[in-house]
């Protein structure tokens, strides 16, 4: 654990994030410790888990409001999702909302979080929830200066099976809150919709 936060705050400390931030990336870390520490131990479940962890990645492309000046912004996103089939998983996420500009306000997100699968509707549908947490950066207007901040985001979203390998991302809703913002909690909430490719 000290290890993890001696790491944290030093690469804080370089990127300029703060306590904050370094705790942040300290608790990214653990969760991914975890993560691991919990697929080396799936290795000795029942026959009826075998194959118990999978790993996907995709991209969304997503549409969010931004309650700084009511500003409705889109841009990309990628995700890696590791579930189980206890139906308990971890999801990461990055997400650049940088389109639909004005006065050159764009942020971006760096999340990551648990997940819980829940049991399919007629083998094609996957719906889930989740609870990320994580930070952000945004660009105040022209440029005047840059912040990171803590991010807490739950969520929900909609797969949709085409095959064993590919499903489509049909909604991914997220409430973020930053409730160290500058001005106070900013709100910012939306939805984004893409594909999810199974990695193994």
């Known amino acids: 654990m000290k290890s993890f936060q001696v790491f944290g705050r030093v690469w804080g ?5 703060g306590a904050a931030g370094s705790a942040i990336v300290s608790a990214i870390l653990l969760a991914i410790s975890l993560a691991s520490a919990y697929t080396a131990s799936a290795q000795s479940v029942p026959s009826g888990y075998q194959d118990g962890l999978t790993l996907s990645a995709g991209g ?10 009511d500003r409705k912004m889109i841009g990309p996103a990628v995700f890696f999702d590791a579930d189980t089939r206890l139906h308990f998983g971890v999801e990461g996420e990055a997400r650049w909302l940088m389109f639909n500009q004005t006065a050159n306000v764009h942020d971006t997100t760096w999340l990551i979080g648990p997940r819980y699968s829940i049991f399919p509707l007629n083998r094609k549908w996957y ?21 990171d901040y803590l991010v807490i985001a739950p969520g929900a979203g909609l797969d949709y099976r085409l095959s064993r390998r590919i499903r489509i991302r049909v909604a991914d809703f997220e409430y973020q809150f930053w409730p160290q913002f500058t001005y106070g909690n900013l709100p910012s909430y939306g939805i984004s919709t893409g594909l999810r490719v199974r990695i193994f």
Do not use: D, E, I, W
Not at 13 to 17: A, I, N, T
Not at 60 to 69: E, I, M, N, P, V
């Open 127 to 147: 719906p889930y929830v989740k609870g990320l947490v994580g930070f952000a950066q945004f660009n105040f207007p022209y440029n005047y200066a840059k912040g």
């Open 60 to 69: 969304t492309a997503s549409g969010y409001y931004l309650g700084y000046g």
């Open 13 to 17: 400390v370089k990127r300029g994030l």
